[in-house]
């Protein structure tokens, strides 16, 4: 008796398109150390936040640490200088400039004996006021949308009196 044939199963292989681009950019390897999601209005708005070159390295090691939304980033201020390349002083005086800013929250932290531990840092400062900009982030990318739709319109369909 003839048994019926195994199907013949071929793995596709995976597209270029499937990876992520962060990994299309920088390579397997680097993206299996993680990567942060930094939003390019963060990045564009930076002067118009009020925030320094030093202050945005501290935000985006910040960011560097918060993985999830319900649990904020709590890295030692020792940490973040060494990584940086500061003393521990000028992260914790730029720490207090972001939080007078509004920009961030700093939370004491204490271990079960009751002894300090790292700042619990809350972003909600940041991400609203980056979420405040967004409308007109949004409202400038339409009107260049509008004006490359606008000259790329024949001549004649334009509706212009030329």
Do not use: C
């Amino acid at each position: 008796m003839k048994t019926p044939a195994e199907p013949n199963v071929v793995p596709f292989p995976k597209s270029e398109t499937a990876r992520s681009s962060v990994e299309r950019i920088w390579g397997k390897a680097v993206r299996n150390y993680g990567y942060t999601g930094v939003p390019s209005i963060l990045i564009k708005a930076q002067r118009r936040l009020g925030v320094t070159p030093l202050q945005m390295n501290i935000l985006l090691q910040l960011l560097d640490y918060f993985y999830d939304p319900a649990r904020p980033p709590f890295p030692k201020k020792t940490e973040i200088a060494d990584r940086m390349g500061v003393s521990a002083k000028t992260i914790q005086i730029n720490m207090r400039a972001l939080q007078q800013a509004g920009l961030i929250h700093r939370e004491i932290r204490k271990k079960a004996a009751g002894d300090y531990d790292s700042n619990i840092y809350h972003l909600d400062g940041l991400i609203a006021r980056v979420q405040a900009l967004e409308p007109e982030f949004r409202e400038e990318k339409e009107q260049r949308q509008r004006a490359k739709r606008r000259v790329e319109m024949p001549l004649g369909r334009r509706g212009d009196a030329e």
